[in-house]
């Protein structure tokens, strides 16, 4: 059933990549040529939209090459932001060098730049609110996966005590198999 949840989740969370970032094309041609020139000027050709729509699939399919899709549980929140500003850094240079060979005048290197801070700030903040949501529901209980710990030495006591700390990991231990019992550790199994 985890895996099938997870399955869910990770489609989920490629689709709203893909959709935030396809957004924050838009949005950043607001930012650039509404807010920052006063030029209405703002991007909705069909051409437009399906750079934005290549280049959110694109970013997408860089982002599950590089494993940022998948369990949150033992992934840094630190090293996550880093690897999407990078990702997004890359891939942002990788499209103004497409729009420079293609010859394509009409395009802005300060727009490009509001596209990369928009884009890599709207996945960011989703992905902490995913985390953040996930996080809370397994401290209720929720999305568990159960842990059978072999063994009732001081690796196995101080490996239930670390879990016992860290509820939002959401693991539940079922027990543990030993030749002997210890009355201090959960239920054992055998």
Request: aromatic share 16%; net charge positive.
């Amino acid at each position: 059933m985890i895996r099938k949840n997870q399955r869910l989740i990770n489609a989920l969370n490629i689709a709203s990549d893909a959709v935030l970032v396809f957004a924050a094309y838009f949005m950043a041609s607001f930012v650039r040529y509404e807010l920052f020139d006063g030029v209405a000027r703002i991007v909705t050709g069909l051409s437009d939209a399906w750079v934005a729509f290549i280049y959110a699939a694109v970013l997408v399919f860089v982002y599950y090459i590089a494993q940022l899709y998948g369990s949150y549980r033992f992934k840094q929140v630190g090293d996550e932001i880093l690897t999407i500003f990078s990702i997004n850094a890359g891939m942002t240079l990788g499209l103004m060098a497409v729009l420079y060979l293609a010859r394509s005048l009409d395009f802005s290197r300060g727009m490009l730049f509001v596209f990369w801070l928009t884009s890599s700030a709207l996945v960011v903040t989703k992905r902490i609110f995913v985390r953040r949501i996930l996080r809370y529901y397994r401290k209720l209980g929720y999305n568990q996966k159960h842990v059978i710990i072999v063994g009732n030495g001081h690796f196995a006591k101080q490996y239930m005590e670390d879990i016992r700390k860290n509820p939002h990991l959401g693991f539940s231990i079922d027990g543990y198999l030993s030749r002997a019992e210890k009355p201090e550790l959960e239920k054992c199994l055998g």
